[in-house]
């Protein structure tokens, strides 16, 4: 029982036994490492829709996003790395999700979730048309995994290591972030918006967080 009670644990053995699982089933490591990125991408996706009862539909887009911003920055700027490539995806995206956010959180219920699948729409079409920037729907080639503090990313097992390490660090963050104040504010909003105002939460800037 008290291995069920930490999701952090349940996660580490999760991660563990998915590429004997998977490869079981006829799959490769790949997509085993496919698997926890798009498991991390649900966890975010929780946080909104299920923490704070906000109903996205653009939430792809903003993957969709953060792998260009990686790789037109491998690409362009930071060639043979993937730290620097990274760390300037995360700050596209601090600054692209704060811009939006300002916009869509101004709506809400189906106006709110309309507006993220207008999004959504948006991003697909600029990213399937320009082809010159994008590669359309050819994509972006010469993005490379490199090495990283003489760790050989291009191994499928260090490549999944490490990307199962990051998995375990977001498990990990939200859970405290679920019982935190602030996630308590967010589950505050999603049960009662008005009412959380009325007890003097601004809720529009949690939600913006």
């Known amino acids: 029982m008290t291995i069920l009670r930490s999701?952090?644990?349940?996660?580490?053995?999760?991660?563990?036994?998915?590429?004997?699982?998977?490869?079981?089933?006829g799959l490769?490591?790949?997509?085993?490492?496919?698997?926890?990125?798009?498991?991390?991408?649900?966890?975010?996706?929780?946080?909104?829709?299920?923490?704070?009862?906000?109903?996205?539909?653009?939430?792809?887009?903003?993957?969709?996003?953060?792998?260009?911003?990686?790789?037109?920055?491998?690409?362009?700027?930071?060639?043979d790395s993937i730290l620097w490539?990274?760390?300037?995806?995360?700050?596209?995206?601090?600054?692209?999700?704060?811009?939006v956010g300002f916009l869509v959180l101004r709506r809400r219920g189906v106006y709110f979730s309309l507006?993220?699948?207008?999004?959504?729409?948006?991003?697909y079409a600029v990213a399937f048309r320009w082809t010159a920037f994008t590669g359309g729907e050819n994509g972006l080639g010469g993005v490379t995994r490199a090495v990283w503090i003489g760790i050989d990313l291009n191994n499928p097992w260090v490549y999944y290591a490490l990307t199962a390490a990051c998995g375990l660090v977001v498990v990990h963050v939200l859970a405290r972030f679920h019982i935190s104040p602030i996630g308590t504010v967010l589950l505050a909003i999603r049960e009662n918006e008005q009412r959380a105002q009325f007890i003097g939460y601004a809720t529009q800037r949690y939600k913006q967080i």
């Open 7 to 25: 999701p952090l644990l349940l996660a580490a053995l999760a991660c563990a036994a998915l590429p004997f699982a998977l490869r079981a089933g």
């Open 28 to 79: 490769t490591l790949t997509s085993a490492t496919d698997v926890i990125i798009f498991a991390i991408t649900c966890m975010a996706l929780n946080v909104l829709v299920g923490h704070t009862g906000l109903v996205s539909f653009g939430h792809g887009a903003w993957l969709g996003l953060g792998a260009y911003a990686a790789a037109l920055a491998q690409r362009h700027w930071f060639a």
């Open 85 to 99: 490539p990274t760390l300037s995806s995360l700050a596209f995206l601090l600054v692209a999700s704060a811009l």
């Open 115 to 123: 507006l993220t699948m207008a999004f959504s729409a948006l991003t």
